[in-house]
């Protein structure tokens, strides 16, 4: 009984409801994003929640902890094995394959706004339903683009007024030059490989690289001192990389080499990076992105460079509380309308759908409280006017106008309300 009730009342594990007081700050940041990404050339695009088992495991990668560990799946009543999102790359490469975009004007410039799903252990700042703001870009392999998508980040995180985000940036090659760093890494493990996890162990011969990605305590100490990819790029991948460096220096933007990234998905080359916070505890990376030249290829589509990155929007507004920004404060409803009687009640029901058709925010009484309770609601909801109707009023087609700010009253005919509270709209 007492887990059939926890049940009943108690989300699963992992979600979060976003409240209606928490709204308008989720708003105002998926707003922001969808201007700066229009301000750069993006389109929307809106995709299933669940896809194909097999697109995250082609696009994500078998070996990653994404698709070994932590992936929602299940059959659906046809047999079919399906995924809920851990992540939104892989769909709308999918996406841009199945309806044939790489026809559209390139390069094509998608931005989502999506919910992903990974069971992982819980945390501040990680959750097993998450937000994620993203774009995917794709057509253009030049370090321009790079440098671009970077740009776009750095002029969300200051439009939200968002301080000192670090970026930490990392090249880690094409599949060329990989294939010799693996070897290496394969090398330099031989000796210590049979004292890892059972992951590791898994991973060494099927994609070394990954256990650079183990978060065990014990296979990190045997990591130290591993062969760094950054130190093994091939000269053209060190040109790309130098100049990304290069670009965003001229666009000021400052950046730090993180010879470390590896990132947790396997469809990346070249440029890696994120965004990282020293404000939010242990899960400090606000925003991952990267180069994925192979993936549409990988997913049956032509050869097609591509590049995008997802922000963590819990963890961005984790960021902004921690900074002490707040959003602009939304106005409380405009008038409200309370009646006395039955005659008043039916000219509050015309009045509130007039005003409303207008296009003025009128709350009304539905309970038939008392002029005392409906006086405290209407302050409750921050109401700037408020008007009780009552028999005197339907009578004299007349009413005293409450001014909630200053708390004056003002006579006013009924039938100018609406012009009125137009006019107030305009000017308040
Ligand atoms: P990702 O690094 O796996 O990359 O996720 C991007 C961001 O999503 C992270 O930096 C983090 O802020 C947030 N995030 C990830 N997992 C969780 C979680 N369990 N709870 C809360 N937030 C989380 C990707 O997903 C790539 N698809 C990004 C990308 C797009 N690369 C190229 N295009």
Not at 243 to 256: A, D, F, N, W, Y
Request: include cysteine; proline fraction near 3%.
């Amino acid at each position: 009984m007492g887990e059939w009730r926890r049940m009943l009342t108690q989300a699963p594990k992992g979600t979060h409801d976003i409240l209606p007081d928490e709204i308008d700050k989720w708003i105002f940041v998926e707003q922001k994003f969808a201007q700066i990404c229009r301000r750069f050339g993006y389109r929307e695009i809106r995709l299933p929640v669940f896809e194909h088992t097999e697109l995250f495991q082609r696009g994500v990668g078998d070996t990653t902890d994404i698709v070994q560990k932590e992936m929602y799946t299940f059959e659906d009543k046809g047999g079919r094995s399906l995924t809920l999102r851990p992540e939104g790359t892989a769909g709308v490469v999918r996406s841009y394959i199945e309806h044939g975009m790489a026809s559209l004007p390139q390069p094509t410039k998608l931005f989502y706004n999506i919910t992903a799903y990974r069971y992982e252990k819980m945390q501040k700042g990680r959750f097993r339903e998450f937000h994620q703001l993203g774009v995917e870009l794709f057509g253009a392999a030049d370090a321009s683009a790079d440098a671009e998508v970077i740009s776009l980040l750095v002029l969300f995180f200051d439009s939200l007024k968002i301080k000192n985000l670090t970026l930490n940036l990392n090249s880690i090659g094409c599949p060329e030059c990989r294939a010799a760093y693996n070897q290496k890494l394969k090398d330099f493990l031989a000796d210590k490989i049979g004292n890892m996890c059972e992951t590791c162990k898994e991973r060494i011969d099927r994609n070394p690289m990954r256990i650079l990605d183990c978060k065990d305590e014990g296979c990190r100490q045997h990591l130290k001192e591993a062969p760094v990819l950054l130190d093994h790029i091939c000269d053209d991948c060190r040109v790309h990389f130098e100049k990304v460096t290069q670009k965003l220096q001229e666009i000021g933007i400052h950046h730090e080499i993180d010879r470390g990234i590896v990132r947790g998905l396997d469809y990346y080359n070249r440029t890696v990076f994120e965004f990282v916070s020293r404000n939010i505890g242990s899960q400090g990376t606000v925003c991952g992105g990267g180069r994925y030249d192979g993936l549409i290829e990988t997913c049956g589509g032509a050869p097609t460079p591509g590049i995008g990155f997802a922000i963590g929007v819990e963890r961005l507004l984790l960021e902004m509380e921690s900074q002490g920004i707040g959003i602009p404060a939304q106005p409380g409803p405009v008038i409200y309308l309370g009646s006395i009687g039955e005659k008043a009640e039916k000219l509050c029901e015309r009045l509130a759908w007039e005003l409303r058709s207008e296009g003025i925010t009128c709350i009304k009484d539905i309970m038939g409280r008392s002029v005392k309770a409906q006086m405290k609601y209407a302050d409750k909801l921050g109401a700037r006017y408020a008007l009780i109707i009552g028999d005197n009023e339907v009578e004299s087609n007349k009413a005293s106008l409450k001014d909630m700010k200053t708390g004056e009253f003002k006579d006013i005919s009924l039938d100018t309300l609406i012009d009125r509270l137009v006019k107030i709209r305009e000017t308040d």
